[in-house]
């Protein structure tokens, strides 16, 4: 930025402000002589500020006026071995500051000695202490009219808090601690004022998984009940929200979290470390979130990103290269309105992308706006201002394309990183933003549209911090509210530059922390999988929503500085599709004999899933056709559907031309012929009829009738004798052989034994090749599978 010329771009202040500044000039002029004569207008200074250390936990009002009395508190602790006496703490006003790099200067020495101090209020608006001990914190305030800081014309001021004393080895008042930080002045309206855009992000971490219970309600699973804890009262998330239903802010939110919350109103669960489930029990505190959202949204601009809130940056640098990443951006926008819209009954703006810390070069711009977006929020650090301004301008660029670069005020949008959990960090974090806001505005008297883009999940603390600063601001008489999509349209400043950085200007600190390509690729596999997987479903939405849903999730910018959590979430998508997909699958088959000339095999389908299957073929090939043909041909195919819970038996015909052994492989495939889970491969031993054989089976035939006529003889004989008992004696007996021969049903017995011996089972056969064969149609649902 320019911000090193601002002080030349300044213009002169209307006639109320000249008056004032003049009066001032008059009054002190009197004082001047005396002060240049006095050796106590720089006070003595202890050599090391580690002395006494000042802590300002307190500034109130932020943003004084005319007849405010300013309030300051905080606490002072003796960091040295020897007590110091005599102390007090007292207030310095510094010089103003009048451009923003030099209140920058003065925030990185805010508790120097080295440099100016300033003079000190004094008189009865001090703190006094007989004595500090070491290492013990004592508390101070001070309450000081605002006329007795004499302050000079509208700006931003240097305040410092001091502490003055002596100890034993330094017999003598001087400053031992000091703690600067910012007063902003500005008592009377604006004659122009900026107008200015606050985002305020609703922006969570992944919280829920691709799994879904079996039952109609498809109850989803959460990683984790660390979402509970954020909207439960006292939670980030509550706080986000309660803090922000009083403020003039657009707020962003990723509809993720909206449809997170949404399912834990419903019955859903909690995974387990060893995947077992439990169940979760704040479906109240989710509803009354979502109901104090509604609220607090109904008359404010919401600015909803891409589903999961997707790392654009990322996408650009490693995912275009692998084929359908960007459609996966699409889906995660198409998506928006109908999570949105449903659940908080607001319609939202959907034409803004967000690349993380507002960072961009050429291919981010390209990949942000490839899913409809036509403005980039981006940040002034990263397009940064080329041209010489001697002010900043405002938000809009149009950067091509039709495409707008919104870009936000770097100083205001990174006020509020640090760690500002201890009280006197989130004043001076207050006072800088507010200091950087009024300099901002007092560059010109030309009105413009600045836009505030803090980061994307601040923590508690930070939320707190900047609803103060922000409230703080809009009391202000310096600053006009407007939401983001007026920024945005706001006419742009024809001298501010346009030009996008380049690939190799992306910061290397947020390039290291992108998904990797190889996060991409596993991306891509587990689509691929999904897609052959719910093409053969009867209701397909039952996996391609979680799963598409959780696809977008592991794209997510949350993910960044989080590799082992990503690492694991995307495995366990995939892992979870892959135990889903070998629910239907082939039962696995023993070795088979085949005795005769042609047979039906039957294979087993299992569908272990709660809905149906359809779409598959089951493919039944013989690796050797020549000796074993699958109806009539080396393979053939049979259309497949299972009920849920179910397996089917499919049976194919076979025809044997060779006796041998043939392995024969049976294979799933959806429709369009991509191979459905794992073959199953098993033997089958052809033992084909032989013409001797049939040769001894007739003869015993033969046999077995002509043992049946001799039994029928012997018995006539035998009625013939008895009836001549009675007649002569000499009536002749039957002289024919014994009778109970071996009959042919014992050689037929030893025959069978001899061609039985195998333990393999046989398939029916008909001996015949002009025989019709079994009926290989489906049978029936089948016997039902308990998962």
């Known amino acids: 930025m320019a911000e090193a010329a601002d002080f030349q771009g300044m213009t002169p202040s209307p006639a109320r402000r000249w008056l004032r500044r003049t009066g001032a000039l008059l009054a002190g002029a009197p004082l001047l002589a005396g002060l240049l004569q006095l050796s106590a207008a720089t006070p003595a200074r202890a050599a090391s500020s580690d002395a006494v250390s000042v802590s300002l936990d307190s500034l109130s009002p932020s943003v004084p006026s005319d007849g405010d009395t300013l309030t300051v508190s905080g606490t002072v602790t003796n960091n040295g071995k020897q007590s110091v006496t005599g102390a007090h703490v007292g207030l310095r006003v510094g010089p103003e500051l009048t451009i923003r790099s030099a209140i920058d200067s003065a925030a990185d020495r805010s508790d120097s000695l080295q440099t100016s101090l300033g003079s000190e209020v004094g008189g009865k608006y001090v703190a006094k202490f007989a004595k500090l001990p070491p290492h013990v914190a004592q508390h101070f305030s001070i309450s000081v009219p605002v006329d007795k800081l004499d302050l000079g014309e509208d700006g931003v001021y240097e305040l410092g808090v001091s502490l003055s004393g002596q100890t034993s080895a330094q017999p003598w008042e001087q400053v031992l601690g000091i703690q600067r930080t910012f007063l902003p002045w500005q008592p009377d309206e604006a004659d122009t004022k900026t107008k200015t855009t606050f985002l305020w992000p609703l922006i969570s971490t992944v919280h829920m998984t691709a799994r879904t219970g079996a039952g109609e309600q498809q109850t989803p699973v959460f990683l984790n009940d660390d979402l509970a804890r954020d909207i439960a009262p006292g939670g980030r998330l509550a706080q986000m929200l309660a803090l922000g239903k009083d403020l003039d802010v657009t707020w962003v939110i990723d509809p993720d979290l909206l449809a997170s919350v949404d399912a834990m109103t419903r019955s859903y669960r909690i995974q387990g470390d060893d995947h077992t489930t439990t169940a979760g029990t704040h479906q109240a505190v989710a509803k009354q979130w979502l109901a104090d959202l509604q609220k607090a949204v109904a008359d404010k601009e919401v600015v909803a990103l891409p589903f999961a809130d997707p790392d654009l940056a990322s996408l650009a640098h490693n995912g275009t290269s692998v084929t359908g990443s960007l459609s996966h951006l699409k889906d995660a926008t198409d998506v928006v309105t109908n999570t949105v819209e449903p659940i908080l009954h607001v319609k939202p703006t959907t034409d803004f992308a967000w690349p993380v810390s507002g960072a961009v070069d050429p291919s981010i711009i390209k990949v942000a706006t490839s899913a409809g977006a036509d403005k980039v929020i981006a940040r002034s650090d990263s397009l940064q201002e080329t041209g010489g301004l001697t002010y900043t301008p405002s938000a809009a660029r149009p950067i091509g394309g039709g495409t707008t670069a919104v870009v936000a005020d770097s100083r205001l949008s990174r006020a509020f990183e640090g760690d500002l959990t201890k009280a006197d960090s989130a004043t001076l974090a207050v006072q800088e933003f507010l200091a950087q806001s009024l300099a901002l505005n007092v560059q010109t008297d030309k009105q413009r549209n600045i836009v505030v883009a803090p980061q994307r999940m601040p923590s508690s603390s930070q939320a707190q911090a900047m609803a103060q600063a922000i409230g703080a601001l809009q009391e202000g008489n310096w600053v006009q509210t407007q939401d983001l999509t007026a920024a945005a349209k706001a006419k742009p400043d024809p001298s501010a530059t346009t030009r996008i950085p380049s690939t190799s200007a992306y910061p290397s600190s947020l390039r290291k922390q992108e998904l990797p390509r190889s996060a991409f690729e596993q991306i891509a596999r587990t689509q691929d999988k999904l897609d052959n997987f719910q093409v053969i479903l009867t209701d397909e939405s039952r996996v391609a929503t979680p799963f598409g849903r959780a696809i977008n999730r592991a794209m997510s910018a949350s993910w960044r500085g989080r590799t082992v959590e990503a690492v694991g979430f995307r495995a366990g998508v995939e892992a979870w599709l892959d135990e889903l997909t070998d629910q239907v699958k082939l039962i696995d088959k023993s070795p088979t004999k085949l005795s005769g000339r042609s047979a039906t095999i039957p294979v087993t389908v299992q569908n272990n899933l709660v809905q149906g299957v359809d779409h598959l073929v089951l493919r039944l090939t013989s690796t050797n056709p020549t000796r074993l043909k699958i109806g009539g041909e ?55 009829v032989t013409p001797t054989v049939m040769l001894v089976i007739g003869g ?28 002569p004696e000499e009536a002749g007996k039957d002289t024919d052989g014994p009778e109970n021969p071996e009959g042919p049903e014992d050689r037929l017995q030893e025959e069978s034994d001899a061609r039985s011996g195998a333990d393999d089972p046989e398939q029916p056969s008909d001996p015949t090749p002009d025989t019709a064969p079994e009926s290989a149609d489906p049978s029936g649902t089948g016997e039902r599978v308990d998962r």
């Open 700 to 727: 015993g035939v033969l046999l077995l009738v002509l043992a049946g006529f001799r039994m029928y003889t012997q018995r006539k004989r035998a009625a013939a004798k008895e009836a001549e008992e009675d007649g």
């Open 634 to 688: 080396a393979y053939q195919e049979q259309r497949v559907a299972v009920s849920g819970g179910h397996s089917q038996s499919v049976k194919f015909t076979t025809s044997a031309n060779a006796n041998g052994q043939a392995t024969v492989i049976a294979q799933l495939y959806t429709e369009d012929g991509q191979e459905y889970g794992t073959e199953v491969s098993f033997d089958v031993k052809v033992t084909e």
